[in-house]
Structures are given as structure tokens and as C-alpha cells.
């Protein structure tokens, strides 16, 4: 099955600094890569994704990239702001309505 | 956006005893939902798959027995947990797929099972 790691785990940034995080995934086909946001107690946001066909995907300060040959894919947070403070989660599935599987996540700190 | 909706959002109950969680999909179909476990600190794990009208299809290591999931009818799934017991506590969510909501899962917000 599926297997997607994260990196790193925990993540403290100055407020106005950029943030980035890593994951890669193991199933070749795998074609969907969702970003979620999770503040405490409460559900996963989807906060930006992408598909296979494409390589980037930039959502106003959020931006995500993709590597298929590498299996690889990002998230790039710039002018970071106290309230992008949560746990950021990276997923992969082979798209339409099949599961995901989620990285470990990590716990972005801005420091003001 | 798509909404689902979850109950109970909090639940507090003896050792032994079984709790129903339910998933409702308010404005769309929900041909495929998911059901996660999500421990203090740690990502989501996938529990089981459950296509309206079949059975579900559990992940490893999850227990059929204990985790009955019923998915019924197109807007709305059920976990029960059996006999549950304190490692059972755990922040239980729901996502659901299907027509009207893309691609995307949209995710409930959340059950938070306390077993005494």
C-alpha cells in the first residue's frame, strides 16, 4: 500500500519568513496530493492541491509543487502569519473517491 | 463548499458499553465515505471504506467486529463501536465522496470518544 513521510515534524518560522514542507510517497499511482490545515480539535482543511498533470499550483501566499519522477511533492508557505500557526497534514491517493493516505504531519510554529 | 456533518461531536461512556457515531453528507451524494481515528498528536489513520450499499472494507488491523460500519443509504454512515474500552478513546472523523463534491473528500468535524 500507500506510504507517505513528512518532513519535518515540527517547524518554528519567523513571522514574514517563508515556510516549507516535505513529503514524498511510494505508490507510483497515486495521482491526487491534498494539503490540509488542522488546528486543535477540529476537522482537516483542505488548504490547497494538485494533480499529476501539473508540476505547481500557487493559491495566493500558498504554493504547492510536485515531482512525480521523484515522488516528491511540497508545500510553500511565504509572508507567514501568526494565524498559519497548526498541524499541516500531506496526503496522497489514486484520485476520484479512493482513500487517502496521510503523512505524520507537521506542527508549523509562527513566531511573532 | 460541501458539508458533512457528524454526531456526536462529544461523547463520554462506561467501559463495555457501545457508542454509535453518525456521518451525514448535508448537499450532496455521498457515494464512498471514510472513516479515520485520530490520536493526540498523531495524523490521521484510515479505519474503513464504505461504499453506499456494500460492505466496508476495513484497513488492517481494524477489528470488523468492533467497528460496525453501516453506510446505508447516500447521505449518511454509521460507526458503532462495540464494547468499547479505553484505548477505544480517540477523536473519530468522517469524510465522505461522491456527486455534487468533485474529486475532494469533505471531512465531518470530528467525534471525540471518551471510554471510562
Known amino acids: 500500500g500507500e506510504n507517505v513521510e513528512q518532513h519535518p515534524s515540527t517547524l518554528s518560522v519567523q513571522e514574514g519568513d517563508s515556510a516549507v514542507i516535505k513529503c514524498t510517497y511510494s505508490?507510483?499511482?497515486?495521482?491526487?496530493f491534498p494539503w490540509y490545515k488542522q488546528e486543535l480539535g477540529k476537522r482537516p482543511q483542505l488548504i490547497i492541491d494538485?494533480?499529476?498533470?501539473?508540476g505547481e499550483k500557487k493559491d495566493q501566499r500558498i504554493a504547492v509543487t510536485l515531482n512525480k519522477t521523484a515522488k516528491h511533492f511540497s508545500l510553500h508557505i511565504t509572508e507567514t502569519q501568526p494565524e498559519d500557526s497548526a498541524v499541516y497534514f500531506c496526503?496522497?491517493?489514486?484520485?476520484?473517491?479512493?482513500?487517502?493516505?496521510f503523512g505524520t504531519g507537521t506542527r508549523l510554529t509562527i513566531i511573532p | 463548499g460541501a458539508v458533512v456533518s457528524q454526531h456526536p461531536s462529544r461523547v463520554i461512556c462506561k467501559s463495555g458499553t457501545s457508542v454509535k457515531i453518525e456521518c451525514r453528507s448535508l448537499?450532496?451524494?455521498?457515494?464512498?465515505m471514510f472513516w479515520y481515528r485520530q490520536f493526540p498528536k498523531k495524523s490521521l489513520m484510515l479505519m474503513a471504506t464504505?461504499?453506499?450499499?456494500?460492505?466496508?472494507?476495513?484497513e488492517q488491523g481494524v477489528e470488523k467486529d468492533k467497528f460496525l460500519i453501516n453506510h446505508a443509504s447516500l447521505t449518511l454512515s454509521t460507526l458503532t463501536v462495540t464494547s468499547a474500552h479505553p484505548e477505544d478513546s480517540s477523536f473519530y472523523i468522517c469524510?465522505?465522496?461522491?456527486?455534487?463534491?468533485?474529486?475532494?473528500?469533505?471531512f465531518g468535524p470530528g467525534t471525540r470518544l471518551t471510554v471510562l
Open positions: 469524510s465522505a465522496s461522491g456527486q455534487g463534491a468533485g474529486n475532494e473528500q469533505f
Open positions: 494538485i494533480r499529476s498533470n501539473v
Open positions: 464504505s461504499n453506499e450499499g456494500s460492505k466496508a472494507t476495513y
Open positions: 448537499d450532496f451524494q455521498a457515494t464512498t
Open positions: 496526503a496522497a491517493s489514486r484520485g476520484g473517491n479512493e482513500k487517502l493516505t
Open positions: 505508490d507510483s499511482a497515486s495521482n491526487y
